[in-house]
């Protein structure tokens, strides 16, 4: 079988080169199996191509009490406003980096984006005022007065119009507009009385949905005329309303109760009640990521977050916090260019991304790689580990699963694993010999990845070499056998 092995595999000539850095975006351990098919086949490839499921990091900041979260399209940066602290803090996308504190502001609260001009208004929870702040300088253009009534409530900006809808927290007006052409008050529309608790935007019918906290209505202003042109009966205090592209549907969560309504815009009416068991809930917010189809909603009182699928309204997972939400100034978040979901509250800034992802060099896709090691195996000489010095010593263990499906262990490597010894400074090297096969069923086994650690595996190998081989194949192979299966009765670690 030797000489077979030799004619497949063309020992040492055109020897092939491919690296994958495995990343760790926890702050724990985990375990994973490394190049087997039969579970890692839809693995992240990068930092985009899974939705965030996973706690990753937790920044604790006494006093702070985020209110408003909003994040610039153009760059990606972080707004959060504090109520505590009285200032917006700007992040870069990963929440991770300050990028300026603006201060000097009395009590922000929500934070909504102009897209005309690249400002953000940022409302005041216990003033009437509006300031208006450039996203280039971070210097506040102007603040806006003469509201009826503190900005208590939501607000959005309607790109249409070129309109910012803001909520106050007088009874009867709970609603003002602002254009931003002028950044003056143009319209109050009278609506019933109550506060307008969050606002959602659709650019189909162009009008925007308002939650009126204390009633159990949902209105619905037209922006063409900024009247209030419809309602919506609820079963509860509607506190957050989000809008989806996908199906042209309004997600409702709400103030006390243990359910998400949704609402279909053609008919604005509602189709579909989501329910969830626990206590029940309140709702703070709720933010929609278009690029994976869900709408991850804030439960504060149960201490969760639900992943709502728009695709057939059902909640796919949860999502739980290492630590507890508090019960005040909770806002969420959900970044696109990072593929991040932040959470906010009193005293900590939460970040939610994917547990790891396997990122290949070049035009190397993970999954492909993989996928074509069933069709085409490859034989592997060795294999440079680059990762840190704690990381190089955790040991990889090789797993074959046979044939009829049975997993075992290869006992001719020390402890059933082998550990990469030191080339130089922070790379080490394994040497398979040209023993190794991987075919999708020959994998690296409970490899322990530490927590915020990468590691990259640089695997030398050969490509099997099919015009080698046709005529061997057709000489020793039965009729339909595949050729993985060729490879369990002459591989001898």
Not at 17 to 37: A, G, W
Not at 286 to 314: E, K
Not at 399 to 426: C, M, R, W, Y
Request: glycine fraction near 6%.
């Amino acid at each position: 079988m030797i000489e077979i092995e030799d004619k497949i595999f063309e020992k040492f000539k055109d020897e092939q080169v491919v690296e994958f850095n495995v990343v760790n975006n926890t702050s724990s351990n985990i375990t994973l199996d490394l190049f087997n098919l039969a579970t890692l086949s839809n693995a992240p490839t990068s930092t985009t191509s899974t939705a965030p499921n996973i706690q990753t990091n937790v920044n604790s900041i006494v006093g702070i009490n985020y209110w408003g979260i909003e994040v610039n399209p153009l760059n990606g940066e972080l707004w959060m406003s504090s109520t505590g602290g009285q200032q917006i803090l700007v992040y870069d996308s990963t929440g991770t980096t300050g990028i300026i504190s603006i201060g000097l502001l009395s009590q922000p609260s929500s934070i909504t984006y102009c897209s005309a001009n690249n400002t953000m208004y940022v409302n005041s929870y216990n003033s009437n005022v509006c300031y208006v702040i450039d996203c280039v300088t971070y210097i506040i253009l102007t603040t806006i007065i003469g509201f009826a009534g503190n900005l208590i409530g939501g607000s959005k900006y309607c790109p249409t119009t070129n309109q910012v809808y803001v909520g106050t927290s007088v009874l009867g007006t709970p609603t003002q507009v602002i254009d931003c052409a002028t950044n003056l008050i143009v319209a109050s529309p009278v609506t019933p009385a109550s506060q307008s608790q969050s606002f959602a935007y659709n650019p189909i019918n162009n009008s925007m949905y308002t939650a009126l906290l204390g009633t159990t209505t949902i209105g619905i202003y037209d922006c063409s005329t900024n009247l209030l042109s419809s309602t919506i009966a609820t079963i509860n205090q509607p506190y957050s309303v989000v809008y989806c592209s996908a199906n042209n549907c309004i997600y409702v969560g709400y103030n006390n109760a243990n359910v998400i309504d949704v609402i279909d815009c053609n008919s604005n009416t509602i189709i579909s009640t989501i329910t969830f068991g626990g206590l029940v809930s309140t709702i703070f917010m709720g933010t929609y990521s278009a690029s994976f189809g869900i709408i991850y909603f804030l439960d504060i009182n149960n201490n969760v977050i639900y992943v709502v699928d728009v695709n057939n309204n059902t909640i796919s997972s949860t999502i739980i916090p290492t630590i507890p939400f508090s019960n005040l100034y909770s806002v969420i978040g959900y970044n696109p260019i990072s593929n991040l979901l932040f959470v906010g509250n009193a005293t900590s800034l939460f970040t939610f991304g994917t547990s790891y992802y396997i990122l290949g060099t070049g035009a190397s896709n993970y999954n492909f790689f993989l996928q074509n090691l069933e069709n085409e195996p490859i034989k592997v000489y060795y294999v440079r580990v680059i990762s840190s010095q704690t990381q190089l010593s955790n040991v990889a263990q090789i797993t074959e699963i046979d044939a009829n499906g049975n997993e075992k262990q290869l006992p001719h490597f020390p402890i059933l694993g082998v550990s990469a010894f030191q080339e130089q400074g922070n790379i080490g090297f394994i040497d398979f010999k040209g023993k190794l096969i991987l075919d999708g069923r020959t994998y690296l086994s409970n490899y322990i990845l530490n927590a915020n650690e990468s590691v990259i595996f640089e695997i030398h190998y050969t490509q099997l070499n099919r015009d080698a081989i046709k005529s061997i194949f057709s000489k020793i192979l039965p009729k339909k056998t595949p050729l993985k299966g060729f490879f369990d009765d002459y591989v001898e670690m």
